[in-house]
Structure formats: structure tokens, C-alpha cells
């Protein structure tokens, strides 16, 4: 990550210091992911504090960026410049308290600031999370063919991530693979459960590339699918389609979320409905702007979302289709290339 973005932070948090703690934004601020790494940002300094665990290769890979220390932050008063510092509320109440007592009482919430800047993704994120789906695609097509009568839900999810991990990669989540009356459970947990003939299978993957992540669902069947089955799937894939058609800059997110609901209340199924469009995706699964019925935040040029509508029958199947889209003015760029007609096996 360029430097810039450090010094953006910090001067549109107007304190005189900042404290980042948790690790999806050191990794955003600095490229680097360890257990243990904490970030302080002055006027004329930028700190990194690890241990010697970590200490060689974060040297080599930030020490022309940052002072590298091996120090813990409750003692770097020190280090502290000014009367107010910036501390992140998604911090635990231990570190809240350690942070207060360094700054004694003058702390300002800046997590908003540093949401802001994460929102809107870089040609490097970018290029990272098309190299994570690129793999999700291939653990996707490769697990096809290990879809037969008798194989289960967890052998299935094991091989995904087998795969994943085959491709220099980590999985970006626990992998959701669900067979049957399991798929009318949105995030159904792998079990025993196997294969059968008639059976809607759900495939919910992603890939985790350079720490951005990619995020996919595919729902297929096996066998002789009924006559209500297909439908419900063509219902999904016309609501799927119609809101990336739809989707531009400018668009609160829960105008997102209603291209796809609204339609579904036209053709009498909404009441299936039972989650939100869509959310962000980057360095965590979930971030930034949602396509949520209450998100009243804008979609910008460059934020990277899903558009993952389903129906869920309880007791009988789901069926989710999920792409990942790049906003743009007045349109989206499609980053999932993986077919999503109804494929029957």
C-alpha cells in the first residue's frame, strides 16, 4: 500500500496522533499481515510495532516506510505526539483502556475515516480480488465432477479448500456446501449429509489472494429436478441479473437491495427472501457499503460488492446466486466469469 494513504488518514482525522490496532486495517494501511502488529502515525513519524517474531520481515518489506520497533503499545507514551489521539471503535474494551490511558481521556472515534478510504478499492485490490476468484472459479469447476450420489457435504467442502490451498491461496471463509433441504439454510454448516438424486446443491467459496477475498455461490442440481425447482431458479437468476443490470454510482444500497426484492414481490415469492442483496467485499469478507433494505450509504466508483439474491423453501431447498461486482458510474463490471445458467448433473 502506498504511503499516501497514511498521510490521507491522518490528515483527514485531525488529531494529532493515531493508533491502529486491528489487523484488516494495518493490513490496509501498510501491506503487511502479521499476529501481532500495531501502527502509530504522527505529524512527521509512522510507527510499526511487532514483535521479533515478525521483526526481520517486516523490516525488509516496510522498513523504508515505517520505523520498525519491537514494542508493545502500552509502552510507547513516548511515541505519542500532541493532546488527541485517533483510535478505531472495533477495538476490545482491554484495548480501549490501554488507548484512553495513553491519550488520558482525549480520544476521537476515526474508524469512519479509515472505512472511507477501504471502500474504494485501488487497481491493486482489484487486481488482487480477480486473482482470488480466478482460483475460487477453478475450485468451483473442480469439485463437479466429485458431485456423485453418496459423496458428502464436508468431503465436498474439504476439496474446495484442498484446492484453494493448491493454488497458493487461503480460503477466505469456512466454505458453505449444502446439499437438499440443507440449501434452504442460507449459511448451512457441512455435514454427514450425502448426495441424492433430486437434490439442489449449494457451493458458497472464496478465495483469499495476497489478504483480499473473493466471494461465490453457485447452486446446481444433480439428477431429476421438479418442475418448482426450476422455477425458483429461474426466479434467482432473473433478479440476479436484473440488479447487476441495474446496479450504478450514486445508488444508495438499499436501492440496491430493492431492484432485486421488488421483483420478487411481483412474482409472489418475496416472503423467501429471508437475507439482504449484497454487502462489500476486500480485505475482509464483509466491509463498507451493504446492498441492505436500511443502508442509506452511496455506492461510489470502485467499491466492490456482491449481488447474491435467493429464495429458501424451508424443508424442501434454496437456491442463492452470488457474483462480486466493481461499481462504476453508471454501470458494474461483472468480476465473476463463471457460468450461472442451471446446471443439471
Do not use: W
Not at 487461503?170 to 449459511?187: K, Q, W
Not at 441495474?246 to 415469492?269: H, P, Q, S
Amino acid at each position: 500500500m502506498d504511503m499516501d494513504v497514511c498521510r490521507r488518514l491522518y490528515d483527514m482525522a485531525e488529531v494529532d496522533t493515531i493508533i491502529v490496532l486491528t489487523s484488516s486495517n494495518t493490513k490496509y494501511l501498510t501491506g503487511f499481515s502479521s499476529t501481532n502488529c500495531q501502527l502509530i502515525l504522527t505529524k512527521d513519524n509512522s510507527y510499526f510495532l511487532t514483535d521479533m517474531r515478525y521483526y526481520l520481515e517486516a523490516q525488509e518489506k516496510l522498513g523504508k516506510r515505517f520505523e520498525v520497533l519491537c514494542r508493545d503499545i502500552s509502552s510507547c507514551k513516548d511515541l505519542i505526539c500532541g493532546k488527541t489521539i485517533g483510535i478505531e471503535s472495533d477495538i476490545s474494551y482491554l484495548e480501549f483502556k490501554t488507548l484512553n490511558a495513553l491519550a488520558e481521556g482525549n480520544t476521537v472515534e476515526i474508524s469512519r475515516h479509515i472505512d472511507n478510504l477501504r471502500a474504494i478499492k485501488s487497481a491493486y485490490e482489484i487486481n488482487c480480488i480477480k486473482r482470488a476468484q480466478i482460483v475460487t472459479d477453478k475450485a468451483y469447476k473442480a469439485a463437479l465432477p466429485m458431485l456423485k450420489e453418496g459423496v458428502s457435504e464436508i468431503e465436498i467442502a474439504a476439496y474446495i479448500e484442498y484446492v484453494i490451498k493448491k493454488n497458493c491461496c487461503n480460503v477466505a471463509f469456512d466454505s458453505i456446501v449444502a446439499f437438499g433441504e440443507h440449501t434452504a439454510s442460507p449459511h448451512a454448516h457441512p455435514s454427514q449429509r450425502t448426495l441424492k438424486n433430486g437434490d439442489f446443491i449449494t457451493m458458497d467459496i472464496g478465495a483469499n489472494c495476497d489478504g483480499y477475498c473473493s466471494d461465490m455461490t453457485r447452486t446446481v442440481g444433480y439428477g431429476q429436478l421438479g418442475d418448482r425447482q426450476l422455477e425458483i431458479y429461474g426466479y434467482v437468476l432473473n433478479s440476479q441479473n436484473l440488479a447487476i443490470k441495474n446496479l450504478k454510482a450514486g445508488m444508495k444500497g438499499k436501492e440496491g437491495d430493492a431492484i432485486a426484492r421488488d421483483y420478487f414481490k411481483e412474482v409472489g415469492v418475496e416472503k423467501y427472501f429471508t437475507h439482504s442483496l449484497g454487502h462489500g467485499v476486500g480485505i475482509d469478507i464483509h466491509e463498507g457499503v451493504g446492498l441492505t433494505p436500511r443502508e442509506e450509504r452511496v455506492l461510489l466508483p470502485d467499491m466492490v460488492v456482491t449481488v447474491e439474491p435467493g429464495l429458501y423453501i424451508d424443508g424442501e431447498f434454496g437456491v442463492r446466486i452470488e457474483d462480486m461486482v466493481q461499481i462504476k458510474e453508471n454501470s458494474v463490471i461483472n468480476l465473476t466469469d463463471t457460468d450461472k445458467q442451471i446446471t443439471i448433473l
